[in-house]
Each structure stands twice: as structure tokens, then as C-alpha cells.
């Protein structure tokens, strides 16, 4: 189920320059998203079957918080259909996580959760996201990548994902095109510790084209996600464009 490469690419993204891990980055005691992208070296995400390294990533990864994406981000309804419509200027974010190529292409598209450095872990810890019908869930992407500390003091990391073990259900903002998704201990790998303390949280989206699956037969290569469910708090808006390209402020 999780390639070798992907768990490679997982844990150089969460080691990659610029993802502090800070408790709270505005002081406003609020969790926050922050779109990265990870574009790997030769033989940064390991081997091949042959014992060749795979080759260095490419920039097909993106990361972004866009408007007219995502749910409303006053938790109302995604219609049309009433007039007039409350809903109309909301903004609309939406976290779009694309791939655009194959799966071991050295590349990923994820977003460091800002705020959740210290949250101890309760008896029932779950992690989750709403999700736009018709886009890429499957067995490894999108998912959380979550480092603790285990009750014992020791350094632990847990994957978190594979929809065909989620919880899912139809997202209340838009039934019809949107699922709500939650991982709770079948969809930890291994299940995260109750008493533990979290260190970490990302999402990574390293899934290509070439990972069909029950959502997308063809392999779309993207997703795009809202209300980032975090063990009881949820992210429904964001900032931030992350795609490899640097770009001058002027």
C-alpha cells in the first residue's frame, strides 16, 4: 500500500527549509495551513528496484490556497440555488494539492500545519478534511504525516490517511459534490499513542497521474480540500501560493 518512495519523500518534505515548527505563528491562538512544495535531488526519495537512485524531482508540484476553490468559509451552504444568496461574497478558499506526473517523480505538495506543538494526545485522536468530489483520495494522498512524542519520551511518526479506511460521509456545506473525511486509529499507521505530544502535523500530496483510483479511475493527479480537521479544531481558510518557482517581490 505505501511505496518506499513515498515515505522517503514524506520525511525530507518535513525536513525541508523554511516549515518552522512554531506553536503559534500570529499569536492568535489559531492553527493555520501553510502551502510547500518538496522538490527532491538524485537520490533524495532512495532507490529503485534496479539499486539506481531515483532520479531528482521535477516542478509538477503545487500547493495553493484560491479563492472560488473550496467551501464557504462561514461553514454555509455551497448553492446556488437560494436568492438571495448569503453565501455570494464569501471568498470561497480552498487548498488545491497537485501532481501533475507520475508518482515517483522525487516531488510532493503538502501544507505544514502551524499551531499544534505540544497538543497532547486524547484516547480518540482524529485527523480529516473535506474533500471535492471527483479529485484524488486514495490510499496515499491526501494524508497527514504526524511526528510525537510517545508517553515513553521516545521520537515517533505516524502516517495518517488512505481514504478506502476513513470515515466518510457526505460534507454538510455541499452533499452532493463534497465528502467529509476522518482517520481515526485503522487509518494511523501505527495508531498515534494516547498521551502522546505532538511535534508535527503536514499534509502531503505525492500521489501522480498514474495512481488511479475509486475517486479518480483516469488519475487526475490533484485534490482539492477545505475545513482541515485537526483533532477537534478546523482550518477553513488559508494564505499562500507554494509551487518551486521563485518569484521576485518587485
Known sequence: MWRSFSIATAVLALAAPGLALADDDDGNGKLTAEPFVFIGKTGDCGTLDTGAPYPAGSRIVTSAWLGGMGLPDNGGLNTQDLEPNPN?????????????????????????????KGMQ???????????????????????????????????????????????????????????TVRFAAAAQFPP???????????????????????????GVGLAVIDNIFINGDTITRGHGIADGIRRDDK
Open 88 to 116: 455570494k461574497r464569501d471568498p470561497h478558499l480552498g487548498l488545491l494539492l497537485s501532481k501533475n506526473g507520475p508518482t515517483a517523480d522525487c516531488s510532493s505538495a503538502g501544507a505544514e500545519i502551524h499551531g499544534v
Open 121 to 179: 494526545v486524547g484516547a480518540t485522536f482524529l485527523l480529516g478534511f473535506d474533500y471535492r468530489n471527483g479529485g484524488h483520495c486514495g490510499g496515499g494522498a491526501p494524508r497527514f504525516n504526524v511526528t510525537y512524542t510517545t508517553p515513553g519520551g521516545e521520537e515517533a511518526f505516524s502516517f495518517v490517511g488512505n481514504c478506502a479506511l476513513g470515515v466518510r460521509m457526505p460534507a454538510t456545506q455541499d452533499p452532493t459534490q463534497w465528502t
Open 192 to 218: 498515534v499513542p494516547p498521551g502522546s505530544r505532538i511535534k508535527s502535523i503536514s499534509i502531503i500530496f505525492d500521489e501522480g497521474t498514474d495512481s488511479p483510483g475509486t475517486e479518480d479511475p483516469n
